[in-house]
């Protein structure tokens, strides 16, 4: 008995002597949207607010990816997308996956391993097996309502004590789903808006704006519509304050506060034009905040480096002494966030891909504290842009304005639609974007210094488009790069199994059939339910079928109706529910 007794207090001791992770992310959220980055409007962000002060931020983070499966796969793998694979919205097949993600690296080296929130975004494929516990299940078993702040107490809390009850320190990833859309009390259905409290009912923000209180970005135009929308969005982000300060409270409540390294930001910028799934500024600026007890300073705000998420997984792991593994994109912020400074900081590489329904718009950025440089190598003046922010209300303004004469608003229009090659902004001057200095004498040097950076950036990281932007100049070369990314999706489709995002349970109910004609139907499992892409996929297959157009739009905007609990999966009872 004393022998067992010794052991147990052993155990303990070794769990509290490492430290505790918790990497805590928000969906869609500018940076500027933090009071400590510049929020125009007070008290909109109180609790993260007090974590800055009580920890360490960065002024110049961004993130390498501008929408959600990429850019949290960059953090979880330590790579950009194109050395990780995961450049859109499907799975990378498992043999393909030969380095070992954070959950991995920190599970084999004794650490309880947790997610609560985009577990089916936030690794190669899914399931993955590298989580001692997916709160996901549980969530979605109960139809606990995501959003509520109160649920990210009970979570935070029921991780810690699951962990303490295997004797380890814990890994923790936790997603705050707000401000992702739906926002609160808006929706833009069908060129309709719709107000209703629906699942937020009960689950208001502690703080609600008004439309007149709220600043406007001036990258949108400024329509009561519009206003209205962001002021949504606005009331989003106090909800996630809400659930931010929820999740700190449980970690204090459980006495894992100063034992606990947490790592803060937001996976890309607000869902609207120019910001989710662009190069701008605001598409890529994250507060990236961390308190590392007995480490940062609080209140510490670093001016000096220009870092990306990609330094995250090294920096976690030289903070609690394991070897990182080879092949990293990243470099650890560590001997930075410990009061040094590191060299070579003074650019970070952002891309994008693809969106979720399968387009291929490749892009490439660099960004300074100055300035940021774009390649939007799909933009030729005929394709145009497919993403998820065309489905805001405020997008809607910006095009009805422009049809009603608006020549500004026809000149955004046509801005977002079909973008232009190049593009170069001086960000203390213009973070907005509206202002190309691409072509202006005065800004040559430094359009040549950044772009003389993104070669050899390219170069060191081997990303497979530093062929063709040598040679981006060629329409016709470029023209064919585009056909093969395209040609590359159309096969990735017929495969459900990648396609689907991971969903390897439902893809394994799939009976097989011999050399099909035309790619099978993703078959799924009412028990676990449909995700947006498996959606699409099945009513496109049916438009088809009985000869009527496809309209995604209005697929995806149904999807989300029938999603009550917006936990990004229709089960089969939410289908069958009535919409209310």
Excluded at 9 to 22: D, G
Excluded at 150 to 164: C, H, I, M, P
Excluded at 427 to 446: F, M, R, T
Excluded at 506 to 518: H, L, R, V, Y
Aim: net charge neutral; hydrophobic share 35%; with cysteine.
């Amino acid at each position: 008995m004393k022998k067992m007794i010794l052991m147990m207090v052993a155990v303990a001791f070794c769990a509290q002597a490492k430290m505790n992770i918790l990497v805590l992310t928000v969906d869609d959220m500018n940076c500027d949207s933090v009071g400590v980055y510049g929020c125009t409007m007070p008290d909109t962000t109180p609790n993260m607010d007090s974590f800055a002060r009580d920890g360490f931020r960065f002024k110049h983070a961004h993130v390498h990816a501008t929408s959600c499966i990429p850019s949290r796969n960059t953090v979880m793998t330590g790579r950009y997308m194109f050395n990780s694979g995961v450049e859109g919205f499907y799975a990378v097949p498992r043999e393909s996956v030969t380095y070992k993600t954070t959950p991995e690296i920190l599970r084999d080296n004794g650490y309880f391993t947790m997610i609560r929130g985009k577990s089916s975004h936030s690794m190669p494929y899914f399931p993955y097996p590298a989580w001692d516990i997916n709160w996901d299940d549980e969530l979605k078993e109960k139809r606990i309502n995501i959003r509520h702040p109160d649920s990210f107490y009970e979570y935070t809390k029921k991780g810690v004590e699951a962990a303490q009850k295997a004797g380890k320190p814990f890994f923790y990833s936790i997603d705050i789903h707000d401000p992702h859309t739906a926002l609160y009390r808006f929706s833009h259905k069908r060129g309709k808006v719709v107000t209703e409290l629906g699942a937020d009912r009960g689950n208001p923000p502690s703080r609600i704006f008004k439309d007149d209180e709220i600043t406007m970005p001036a990258f949108l135009p400024d329509t009561p519509l519009s206003r209205q929308e962001v002021t949504a969005y606005y009331n989003s982000v106090r909800r996630a304050d809400d659930s931010f300060g929820m999740i700190m409270k449980a970690l204090k409540d459980t006495g894992v506060w100063d034992n606990t390294l947490v790592v803060f930001f937001s996976d890309h910028g607000m869902p609207f034009p120019f910001a989710k799934t662009a190069m701008y500024y605001h598409s890529t600026h994250t507060p990236l905040m961390v308190r590392w007890p007995g480490v940062t300073k609080g209140g510490t705000a670093d001016d000096e480096h220009v870092v990306g998420t990609v330094d995250i997984q090294p920096t976690l792991l030289e903070a609690v002494g394991i070897e990182e593994p080879s092949g990293l994109d990243g470099r650890s912020l560590a001997s930075i966030l410990n009061g040094g400074k590191q060299d070579n900081r003074e650019f970070v590489y952002v891309m994008y891909e693809e969106n979720v329904g399968g387009n291929r718009q490749p892009m490439r950025g660099i960004t300074s504290k100055d300035h940021t440089y774009i390649c939007n190598l799909w933009s030729d003046g005929e394709r145009k842009f497919a993403t998820a922010t065309k489905g805001m209300a405020t997008t809607a303004e910006m095009f009805r304005l422009a049809k009603e004469g608006d020549a500004y608003m026809q000149q955004r229009a046509d801005l977002f639609t079909y973008s232009v090659p190049e593009q170069f902004f001086d960000v203390n001057k213009d973070a907005d974007g509206l202002n190309n200095l691409i072509d202006h004498p005065e800004y040559k040097s430094l359009v040549q210094k950044h772009q003389a950076q993104m070669v050899a950036t390219m170069k060191s990281c081997n990303d497979p488009m530093l062929e063709i932007y040598g040679d981006r100049d060629n329409k016709a070369a470029v023209g064919e790069y585009l056909a093969k990314l395209d040609a590359d999706v159309k096969v990735r489709k017929s495969q459900p199994e990648i396609y689907k995002r991971g969903h390897a349970k439902k893809a394994a109910k799939a009976k097989p059939k011999a050399a099909p004609k035309k790619p099978a139907a993703p078959v799924v499992s009412s028990a676990v339910g449909v995700t947006l892409e498996e959606h699409l996929i099945q009513a496109e297959k049916r438009a088809k079928t009985k000869g009527n157009a496809f309209n995604r739009e209005h697929s995806t905007q149904w999807f989300h109706k029938k999603d009550t609990n917006n936990d990004g999966v229709m089960s089969d009872a939410e289908k069958k529910a009535k919409i209310k």
